[in-house]
């Protein structure tokens, strides 16, 4: 069972830039419960994976505190490698993060891809406390990257944390891997999916794209849409339909397509919409869903975690202008 966060990461798709120089150092350690020298303070950043900014800003150091690992060295099929976690009291000297987790990922695919990696942080009782998720752009097939995934202050009366696990890992291929912002891709956009919306087993998500280029972009009609499991095989007996009213009403505004053209710094968004409704059969989990967004575009591949059930539809809404889009520089970078 996912481990839910207590509080949800506003940063989608940004991206950690380990793996062009091969292997890094995250934090040593011996894992026997001693205070470790002085190192970096994480930053809430490491904890969403944000994108780092253009001129890195110095970040005080603290002291904290090593805690043994149950099942120190052990990886995991997907080649993930958690080998140190560490405590971040008011007392180390580090605001605003209690615990962090250092880790090491192989990618075992036959092309670059980048990750996004989600670690629970656990209570002595087993049950979840929080979890933390970074995001690592670009490993090379056999390449190793070493990070650090960051709990947060704790809000409450929360358990201590006593052991950490992988929960979910998820992986796209680095030359379909979406993006908010940053440098403009040679398609001339961002294209990623919002964290989206559920109530009573609807969900909704929103497919965004913004015109990062120079030039005019024109867009007609829906996006077309390639839906695959966790192993990247493409799903098929699911019914991708053109609007989403066949889902459920009022999802989005009633009207027909008709062209977009997105000037420079402007963005336009197309709906998801499916029930995960579960009756005879046996239900459909898709993590992963590649997008055209017009024709003889390049595909781009985002993780909405389709939770299909049984219902076999996902409903695609039409392109249509955000007139609530307002640019950053980060999103509109040029190379």
């Not at 069972?1 to 940063?11: E, N």
């Not at 070493?146 to 992988?166: C, D, F, I, L, R």
């Not at 459920?248 to 977009?260: A, F, K, L, M, Q």
């Amino acid at each position: 069972m996912p481990i839910p966060h207590r509080t949800a990461p506003a940063v989608l798709a940004a991206t950690l830039l380990l793996a062009a120089c091969g292997t890094q150092d995250a934090s040593p350690g011996g894992g026997d419960g001693r205070v470790r020298a002085e190192a970096l303070c994480p930053s809430d950043e490491m904890r969403y994976g944000s994108r780092p900014s253009q001129a890195p800003t110095a970040r005080p150091s603290g002291r904290p505190t090593e805690l043994p690992l149950p099942s120190l060295g052990a990886t995991d099929e997907d080649g993930v490698k958690i080998t140190a976690l560490y405590a971040w009291g008011p007392e180390s000297g580090c605001a605003g993060v209690e615990y962090s987790a250092d880790f090491e990922l192989t990618n075992q695919q036959k092309e670059t891809a980048t990750y996004t990696l989600t670690l629970g942080f656990l209570a002595a009782s087993g049950g979840a406390v929080d979890n933390g998720e970074r995001t690592v752009a670009a490993v090379a097939p056999g390449r190793t990257v070493k990070g650090t995934v960051v709990m947060g202050q704790s809000v409450g009366n929360a358990p201590e944390v006593t052991g950490v696990q992988v929960t979910k890992l998820r992986s796209v291929p680095a030359a379909e891997a979406s993006s908010t912002g940053g440098t403009c891709p040679k398609s001339g956009t961002h294209l990623y999916a919002d964290q989206g919306d559920a109530a009573m087993g609807l969900r909704v998500v929103g497919l965004h794209l913004v015109n990062c280029g120079t030039r005019p972009y024109k867009l007609d009609g829906y996006p077309k849409l390639e839906i695959q499991d966790e192993d990247h095989d493409t799903v098929s007996g699911i019914r991708i339909l053109q609007g989403t009213d066949q889902i459920g009403t009022g999802i989005e505004e009633d009207e027909s397509p008709r062209p977009v053209v997105l000037q420079p710094s402007e963005a336009a968004v197309a709906g998801l919409a499916w029930r995960n409704t579960t009756q005879a059969g046996d239900p459909v989990n898709a993590p992963y869903l590649r997008v055209w967004a017009r024709p003889g575009a390049a595909p781009m591949m985002v993780v909405p975690e389709l939770d299909l059930g049984t219902t076999g539809k996902l409903g695609v809404g039409h392109w249509r202008k955000d007139e609530t889009y307002r640019p950053s520089a980060a999103s509109t970078a040029r190379p």
